[in-house]
């Protein structure tokens, strides 16, 4: 068993330290709230607590070692005597992306979200000029992202008049990239203002089209549970179908479940990075490993013989499938509590609780059965 556990803990590292970090640049001129889209999207504002460098002239890279992603800042212009120019833009920024492209694929500009605030009430000239630039030179995805919509009055049907405006402004000079309007406030004060950053989050991540870049993205936000859990049902419906796969070549006796567990362990990882966990520090994830590591590894594989009913008691494809499933799915269902509590209390998760036997297992029961229903 120590053999065992020392494999399944070197397998739960090894996930943990697979990260692949996808760089948004965001492009927008001082003041348009870049910092506090940025502080509510991904927790805090990387450019104030992050290692940052220039990269060319009007260009900065940020990365803080807890947040999977890398934030490329650039006003986008400069202002010159003659007035703001996209001189700039054109000269260093363009060509610093373009070379990128040149590099490998952790290397590459993968998203671009162009910042203009609705608080000015205008899209300027150099702004327009910025972005068929983008658009026109460049295959990024491109979004347009309107900032402080929570302030601009509303239409009748509750439509921010100034963000309908630019959406106007922006289709009349050739500009046909996804707008979103966001604040980095609860609008709650106002319900009838329907703002974009949940459908922002969903399609900065549909548009990183490399399953470790977007599973990085979607882990570093923290705006959009429904998000971690889009992709979380992604992550073990993959690990469900290789757990099944492996089954069906080899079938194993119940006694001998453990076989399929250290990808049960990859795809705890996984879902632990999802989650944000990794940035809770050592300590915390040596305590959630630790708890993962006795649950899988003993009380899991010993509990199956009670709750599946299998013929012969043999693991097939079918049962090492739905196994992987409800033991993600109930893992989900952990995580988001404490993902809850920690942003509630911002204290490190009590993994022994939620971990707890009586807890856990009826969180399995019920996932087994959800699994069931949803592949039948």
């Not at 990269?55 to 990365?63: N, S, W």
């Not at 399953?211 to 959009?224: E, N, T």
């Not at 915390?284 to 630790?290: D, H, R, T």
């Amino acid at each position: 068993m120590a053999s065992m556990e020392a494999q399944l803990e070197e397998q739960f590292d090894k996930e943990m330290a697979a990260v692949k970090r996808p760089n948004l640049m965001i492009v927008g001129g001082t003041g348009v709230g870049k910092s506090s889209l940025i502080n509510h999207i991904f927790g805090k504002t990387i450019a104030e607590v992050g290692t940052g460098q220039p990269v060319t002239r009007g260009c900065h890279r940020y990365e803080d070692a807890n947040i999977p992603l890398v934030i490329f800042d650039t006003e986008g212009y400069e202002v010159t005597e003659g007035g703001p120019s996209a001189g700039n833009f054109r000269e260093k920024i363009i060509p610093e992306i373009i070379q990128r492209k040149s590099k490998v694929l952790d290397e590459h500009i993968h998203l671009i979200w162009y910042c203009l605030s609705v608080a000015n009430h205008r899209v300027t000239d150099f702004d327009l000029e910025n972005l068929r630039l983008i658009t026109g030179e460049l295959d990024i995805p491109v979004a347009v992202v309107l900032t402080q919509c929570d302030a601009e009055p509303v239409d009748d049907e509750g439509r921010g008049e100034t963000s309908q405006a630019f959406r106007k402004v922006l289709r009349e000079h050739g500009v046909h990239c996804e707008v979103f309007e966001t604040c980095a406030n609860n609008p709650n004060h106002d319900p009838e203002l329907k703002l974009d950053l949940e459908k922002l989050i969903a399609w900065s991540s549909a548009s990183l089209k490399d399953d470790a870049l977007r599973q990085s993205f979607v882990a570093a936000q923290i705006a959009s549970l429904p998000a971690k859990r889009s992709e979380a049902m992604t992550i073990i419906m993959t690990y469900s179908a290789t757990t099944a796969a492996s089954a069906g070549l080899n079938p194993v006796p119940m006694s001998d479940a453990l076989l399929i567990v250290p990808q049960q362990m990859a795809m705890a990882a996984s879902l632990a990075k999802l989650y944000g966990f990794g940035s809770m520090g050592e300590m915390a994830v040596s305590m959630l490993k630790g708890q993962i590591l006795s649950l899988v590894g003993r009380q899991l594989a010993a509990s199956l013989t009670k709750m599946i009913p299998v013929l012969g008691q043999i693991i097939n494809a079918a049962v090492a499938g739905a196994i992987t499933g409800a033991l993600g799915l109930a893992l989900v269902e952990v995580y988001e509590r404490a993902v809850d509590g920690y942003l509630k209390t911002g204290k490190s998760p009590d993994w022994a609780r939620l971990f707890s036997n009586e807890q856990f297992m009826q969180a399995f029961k019920i996932a087994l059965g959800k699994w069931g229903n949803q592949k039948a």
